[in-house]
C-alpha cells in the first residue's frame, strides 16, 4: 500500500473511531489458562472493527533509545506493500481484577520479528526472559511482504521486487547472496523446510513449483503440478505442506506435492461467506492430524493476495472442523499470531490486543510459561519459525 493510500487509510479510521466500541482488555485470568480450548464453542460475531495497516514511514523516524530499535512504522497485520483484509470480532472478556497470577517466561528460544521502519525492514530478535530485543539487521522495504527466517535461526531469505530470492546471515549483511533470481514473493513466499536446508519458491515465469538447495542453489521441481497454488506452509516436523488451491479450497500434501487431499469444506466461516486469505503456520503432522492457522476475510470479501503474518481462525486438517486459539481469549476472529514448534501440537502464541504477549502451549494444551513483550516490539509482526 503507497503512502498516500496509508495516509486515507488511516485518516477514515480516525473517522470511524467514535462510532466503535473499543475491544476491551484481555482477561489475564484467561490468558494464562492452564488448558488449551481450541475447539470450543464460541459466541456469536460482534461488529467490532479490526483496523489492519501498512504503508511506509517516513526517513524522519527515530530509533528507539531504549532499546537500540528502530521504532515500527505502524502496528497491525499490512506490509509495506499490502494489507490483509479486515475481519470482524467479538470483543474479549471484560477486565479482570482479581490477583495476578506469577507464571514462568516461556522457554521459546529467540523469536525473530519484522516492522517497516523508514526505507527499509527492521529484523529483531528477542528471547522472552532473557534482555530486550536486539536488532538483527536492516532488510530492504520489500522484504517486509516476504521475508521468512530458517528454523535454526541462521539465515533469512527474501525477495525484492525484481523477483531476486535474496539469502543473508540473521546478524550480518557481509556475504548476502542472489539463490536464485525470477521467483515468486507475493503470492508463493518462499518458505523453509524443517531442517533449513531448503525453500519452497515458486518461478514466476511459467509457474513451476519446487524446492531450491539453499548450499548449491539447485532447484528441483515438484513431481506433482501446484499450479494456482497460494501461500504455502511447511508442517513443523517437515512432514507436510499446505497451500490455498486456486479455488479458495486448502489443501494437505506429501513435501513433494504428491498425495494431495484437500481439507473437509466444514469450518464455520465458509457457511458465514469468508474466505482463506492467508496461512500462517502449521502444526506436525506425526499423530495423524494437525493443526492449521489461518486468516479469512468478513463476509463476502475477497482476498488481496498478500500474505498475512496474522491469523483470526484455526482449523483441524482431518476434518476441516474451526476452532480457537487461546490467544482470542474468547474473541471469535480476534487476531492473533502463532508459531508452531516441533512434532506435534507444541507452539508460541503471540497475543495481538491489549499489553501484547506471548505464550508457551505445549502439545497436549498444556500452558507453559508466558510473559509480556517489551513495548518496543508493538508494530512488529512475529514470523514463523
Same mark, same amino acid.
Given at each position: 500500500m503507497s503512502p498516500p493510500a496509508y495516509e486515507e487509510l488511516r485518516e477514515a479510521m480516525t473517522g470511524l473511531a467514535d462510532t466503535v466500541t473499543p475491544v476491551d482488555l484481555q482477561d489475564r485470568a484467561v490468558r494464562t489458562s492452564r488448558r488449551l480450548r481450541r475447539w470450543r464453542v464460541t459466541a456469536s460475531v460482534a461488529a467490532v472493527l479490526v483496523v489492519?495497516?501498512?504503508?511506509?514511514?517516513?526517513?524522519?523516524?527515530?530509533?528507539?533509545?531504549?532499546?537500540? $530499535?528502530?521504532?515500527?512504522?505502524?502496528?497491525?497485520?499490512?506490509?509495506?506493500?499490502?494489507a490483509p483484509a479486515t475481519a470482524p470480532v467479538d470483543p474479549a472478556p471484560s477486565p479482570f481484577y482479581g490477583p495476578t497470577e506469577k507464571v514462568p517466561a516461556p522457554n521459546t528460544g529467540p523469536l525473530f520479528y519484522l516492522a517497516a521502519s523508514g526505507t527499509s525492514t527492521a529484523l529483531v530478535s528477542w528471547t522472552p526472559g532473557k534482555g530486550k530485543p536486539e536488532l538483527r539487521r536492516p532488510l530492504p522495504l520489500d522484504a517486509l511482504d516476504n521475508a521468512n527466517v530458517s528454523?535454526?535461526?541462521?539465515?533469512?531469505?527474501?525477495?525484492?521486487?525484481?523477483?531476486?530470492?535474496?539469502?543473508?546471515?540473521?546478524?550480518?549483511?557481509?556475504?548476502? *547472496?542472489?539463490?536464485?533470481?525470477?521467483?515468486?514473493? *507475493?503470492?508463493?513466499?518462499?518458505?523453509?523446510?524443517?531442517?533449513?536446508?531448503?525453500?519452497?519458491? *515458486?518461478?514466476?515465469?511459467?509457474?513451476?513449483?519446487?524446492?531450491?538447495?539453499?548450499?548449491?542453489?539447485?532447484?528441483t521441481p515438484l513431481p506433482a503440478s501446484l499450479t494456482g497454488a497460494r501461500h504455502a506452509v511447511?508442517?513443523?516436523?517437515?512432514?507436510? $505442506?499446505?497451500?490455498?488451491?486456486?479455488?479458495?479450497? $486448502?489443501?494437505?500434501?506429501?513435501?513433494?506435492?504428491?498425495g494431495q487431499r484437500r481439507i473437509p469444506a466444514a469450518a464455520d466461516y465458509l457457511k458465514e461467506?469468508?474466505?482463506?486469505?492467508?496461512l500462517q503456520s502449521m502444526s506436525g503432522t506425526a499423530d495423524g492430524d494437525s493443526t492449521l492457522n489461518l486468516f479469512v476475510t468478513a463476509p463476502h470479501q475477497e482476498p488481496n493476495g498478500c500474505r498475512s503474518l496474522v491469523s483470526n481462525t484455526t482449523i483441524r486438517t482431518s476434518n476441516g472442523m474451526q476452532?480457537?486459539?487461546?490467544?482470542?481469549?474468547?474473541?471469535?476472529?480476534?487476531?492473533?499470531?502463532?508459531?508452531?514448534?516441533?512434532?506435534?501440537?507444541?507452539?508460541?502464541?503471540?497475543?495481538?490486543?491489549?499489553?501484547?504477549?506471548?505464550?508457551? $502451549?505445549?502439545?497436549?494444551?498444556e500452558f507453559l510459561g508466558s510473559i509480556d513483550e517489551p513495548d518496543q516490539l508493538r508494530g512488529y509482526l512475529l514470523l514463523n519459525g
Open positions: 489492519v495497516g501498512g504503508g511506509t514511514a517516513t526517513a524522519t523516524q527515530l530509533l528507539s533509545t531504549s532499546t537500540g $530499535i528502530p521504532q515500527a512504522a505502524g502496528s497491525g497485520s499490512g506490509s509495506a506493500g499490502c528454523p535454526d535461526g541462521k539465515w533469512v531469505s527474501w525477495v525484492t521486487t525484481d523477483g531476486a530470492l535474496h539469502l543473508g546471515a540473521v546478524g550480518d549483511g557481509k556475504n548476502d *547472496r542472489v539463490l536464485r533470481s525470477g521467483v515468486d514473493g *507475493r503470492l508463493l513466499e518462499p518458505v523453509w523446510s524443517h531442517d533449513s536446508t531448503r525453500l519452497l519458491v *515458486r518461478e514466476a515465469s511459467g509457474g513451476r513449483v519446487g524446492t531450491l538447495d539453499v548450499a548449491t542453489g539447485t532447484f511447511w508442517a513443523a516436523d517437515g512432514t507436510a $505442506i499446505a497451500f490455498i488451491a486456486s479455488d479458495g479450497g $486448502i489443501v494437505v500434501a506429501k513435501p513433494d506435492g504428491t461467506g469468508r474466505k482463506v486469505a492467508s476452532g480457537e486459539d487461546e490467544a482470542q481469549a474468547g474473541g471469535r476472529y480476534r487476531e492473533y499470531q502463532a508459531a508452531f514448534r516441533g512434532q506435534h501440537f507444541s507452539h508460541v502464541d503471540r497475543d495481538m490486543g491489549g499489553a501484547r504477549s506471548v505464550a508457551l $502451549i505445549g502439545g497436549n494444551g
